[in-house]
């Protein structure tokens, strides 16, 4: 089992650029995550998807939009990139039947100049 | 809204105890989760209560007071590997409220 894959690792985005960061989970997990990391603070939830078909936001949602593609995937949108966005990004999963134990890829590093 | 009170730091020597307290002001409260994170790694599940008292895994126990709005992780036989960032998180409704994070720092 890979657990949470995300791509990128890294990029580097100029001011107004769009990309999307994909996210994917083996372990048959209903809720999948997207949050930031800005250096000394603690992870900000952006968007999640309780199951597939469904998708919420979070405590930062603006400037981002997600998809939850399939019960795997869950992709994360900047339409126009700005320097605020400049953080670590971490995908998610959970499986509702068990402890709030979420399971972290290994995040995608992202520059915006 | 949620809201979350940890220290920022602490340093201890190898062999010390770490207690990190964190206290909390939420809505829709189901439990208190602890992670840990290494630098430039991703966050990793160490604990989780939901019930008052102290859970034991291993060198770490975690203990929550649902009518105080208080846990702490407490650390014990430190080791080197144990120096990270240790973050609580209330559980509510599908979803996690991170605290700050708490750098402990471990010297030999």
């Known amino acids: 089992n890979a657990g949470v894959t995300q791509t990128p690792k890294f990029q580097v985005l100029k001011t107004g650029q769009s990309m999307t960061l994909q996210c994917a989970q083996d372990?048959?997990?209903?809720?999948m995550y997207w949050y930031r990391q800005d250096p000394g603070m603690g992870l900000r939830l952006i968007y999640y998807s309780a199951s597939e078909g469904t998708t919420d936001k979070g405590e930062v949602p603006n400037g981002y939009n997600v998809s939850r593609l399939n019960k795997r995937e869950f992709s994360l949108r900047l339409e126009s990139a700005a320097p605020s966005q400049t953080s670590v990004y971490f995908c998610?999963?959970?499986?509702?039947?068990?402890?709030?134990?979420?399971?972290f890829g290994p995040g995608t590093r992202l520059t915006v100049t | 809204g949620q809201s979350l009170e940890q220290p920022s730091e602490v340093t201890a020597v190898e062999g010390a105890i770490v207690q990190i307290n964190c206290t909390y002001q939420t809505s829709g409260f189901y439990g208190l989760s602890w992670y840990q994170q290494h630098d430039g790694g991703a966050p990793t599940f160490l604990s989780y209560n939901a019930l008052d008292g102290l859970e034991e895994t291993g060198r770490f126990s975690s203990f929550l007071s649902r009518s105080d709005s208080y846990g702490y992780l407490l650390l014990q036989e430190l080791q080197m590997k144990d120096s990270a960032s240790y973050f609580c998180?209330?559980?509510?409704?599908?979803?996690?409220?991170f605290g700050a994070g708490t750098t402990v720092t471990v010297r030999a």
């Open positions: 372990m048959n997990h209903n809720s």
């Open positions: 998610a999963s959970h499986d509702r039947g068990r402890t709030y134990e979420q399971y």
């Open positions: 998180a209330v559980a509510g409704d599908y979803k996690l409220s």
